[in-house]
């Protein structure tokens, strides 16, 4: 039996919760032969219906939020659609990647249904900045060395797969990417660093709350596989943790303004 989801925040109208890697959100065509959804988890979990109102990737860990209502999963997507939520994650990748750029580079969606090359390029951006790095006396691929970076990635646009495809095209894939990473770098750190699995996560969010007068803003810690390796990287400075917050009221923000 699966273990309760870790929730990260809960009222009368949305809940914040830690979706496990490798747990599909719902129900998919893509991936037919799944039988555990977080949607399904959840519902059973909180005994009443949740809405989803974004996605995160199957192998992708970390936050998401759903709302509890029609009523509010409406502005809530909304708000995801338009630009209005601020996101963050960690990455780790091959390399030393750049200590700060805007990734601006369009996607054709991957939708599984029609070949790449006949959907339409559509913008995206993601600001990616190097938190920290770390250089390991073994040869991965030609170098006698090998190198990887520790990534925050803030997408402001919600392209399938953003993140993953911006770093591989500009030359830093995330490690444990089966798609758009490189194979030999992902079974060292299989094999050797007993992390199989994509080592990207969400692990913040921060929005106006589409009923309560506040923004809130949320924090979602590492699983187990990642944060053992930031502790073994010297990365445990760049952890989050678990944490919700309201911030001050957005008439008081204003009139402070």
């Known amino acids: 039996?699966?273990?309760?989801?870790?929730?990260?925040?809960?009222d009368d109208h949305l809940v914040a919760v830690h979706k496990p890697a490798g747990l599909l959100v719902?129900?998919?065509?893509?991936?037919g032969g799944a039988r555990e959804f977080l949607l399904q988890r959840l519902r059973d979990q909180l005994g009443r219906r949740v809405y989803p109102v974004h996605r995160l990737d199957r192998?992708?860990?970390?936050?998401?939020?759903?709302?509890?209502?029609?009523d509010v999963a409406t502005p809530l997507a909304d708000a995801f659609a338009e630009r209005?939520?601020?996101?963050?994650?960690?990455?780790?990748?091959?390399?030393?990647?750049?200590?700060?750029e805007w990734l601006d580079y369009p996607l054709r969606e991957e939708d599984g249904r029609r070949p790449k090359a006949e959907m339409p390029a559509l913008e995206a951006q993601?600001?990616?900045?190097?938190?920290d790095s770390v250089e390991l006396p073994v040869q991965v691929d030609r170098y006698p060395r090998s190198r990887y970076s520790l990534m925050e990635a803030r997408p402001s646009t919600g392209r399938?797969?953003?993140?993953?495809?911006?770093?591989?095209?500009?030359?830093?894939?995330?490690i444990g990417d089966a798609k758009h990473g490189k194979g030999n770098h992902n079974r060292f750190f299989a094999e050797h660093l007993d992390c199989p699995r994509l080592l990207l996560a969400a692990v913040g969010l921060a929005f106006?709350?589409?009923?309560?007068?506040?923004r809130l803003v949320l924090s979602c810690a590492l699983d187990a596989?990642?944060?053992?390796?930031?502790?073994?990287?010297?990365?445990?400075?760049?952890?989050?943790?678990?944490?919700?917050?309201?911030?001050?009221?957005?008439?008081?923000l204003d009139a402070s303004s």
Do not use: N
């Open 1 to 10: 039996m699966a273990s309760p989801l870790t929730i990260l925040h809960q």
């Open 26 to 31: 719902h129900r998919t065509a893509l991936a």
């Open 59 to 70: 192998p992708t860990s970390g936050l998401m939020v759903f709302a509890l209502s029609p």
């Open 84 to 100: 209005r939520v601020a996101k963050r994650y960690l990455a780790v990748v091959r390399g030393i990647g750049p200590e700060h």
């Open 126 to 131: 993601t600001e990616v900045r190097r938190l």
């Open 160 to 174: 399938r797969h953003q993140i993953r495809r911006h770093l591989s095209h500009r030359g830093y894939p995330i």
């Open 208 to 214: 106006d709350h589409p009923v309560l007068d506040h």
């Open 225 to 252: 596989t990642m944060a053992t390796l930031f502790r073994r990287f010297g990365w445990a400075g760049h952890m989050p943790v678990d944490e919700a917050c309201l911030a001050r009221p957005l008439a008081d």
